[in-house]
């Protein structure tokens, strides 16, 4: 998993509440090899007109936002159905954190095995950031997830909260695989013990 320590980028905000999984990504595609760009798939619906063509009128249509990373999204982001995908589509498109007043709980946890941030922000200080991206057609902010902050361009700073070892794995760039891994050695001398004192649990090779 590709780590997060810090991150200056091109940020969007899309002001649409209870956004969830069928609309991040829906489910005719979600059968599609995890090998294949799911950034493609990101919004498919709700970025195009009744013709199929895109929306010209949509946040990430825009030439300006064509290289966002960071999404300032509206509350409960990402409720619905449990599914993945809806990580990976915003991962592929080049997203790395997504910032919100709320997250479903799901796709919270789905984002942070997965390298992407998100981050709980009160509403006020989310209304700040939007009016902030409107100052300019491109505007940048910074997220440090080592220090916990967010930097705007005019020099507002917010700080967020997030489980510490949550923020460890995304810091580390570890998923569910590589925690296992590193306590690999652990494992196997938990395996031997274990087949001393209980031999009839031992695996039959």
Request: glycine content about 4%; proline content about 4%; hydrophobic content about 35%.
């Amino acid at each position: 998993m590709e780590a997060f320590k810090k991150l200056e980028a091109t940020a969007a905000s899309l002001q649409i509440a209870n956004i969830d999984t069928d609309q991040i990504i829906p489910a005719r595609f979600l059968k599609t090899p995890r090998s294949t760009n799911h950034g493609d798939f990101l919004f498919h619906d709700i970025r195009r007109q009744s013709d199929g063509e895109l929306d010209p009128k949509f946040v990430l249509n825009t030439p300006e936002n064509s290289r966002t990373q960071i999404l300032v999204a509206d509350t409960n982001f990402g409720c619905g159905s449990s599914r993945e995908s809806a990580v990976y589509a915003l991962f592929d498109a080049g997203i790395r954190c997504v910032i919100a007043p709320s997250f479903g709980d799901i796709f919270y946890n789905n984002s942070v095995k997965n390298g992407l941030l998100p981050i709980e922000l009160n509403r006020s200080k989310i209304e700040d950031i939007w009016q902030t991206l409107k100052t300019a057609n491109t505007v940048k902010i910074e997220v440090d997830l080592e220090n916990q902050t967010i930097h705007l361009p005019n020099g507002t700073n917010y700080t967020f909260e997030i489980d510490a070892f949550r923020k460890q794995t995304l810091i580390e760039g570890l998923d569910d695989i590589d925690l296992t891994l590193k306590y690999s050695q652990l494992i196997r001398d938990h395996e031997k013990n274990n087949a001393t004192k209980r031999p009839w649990t031992a695996t039959i090779d």
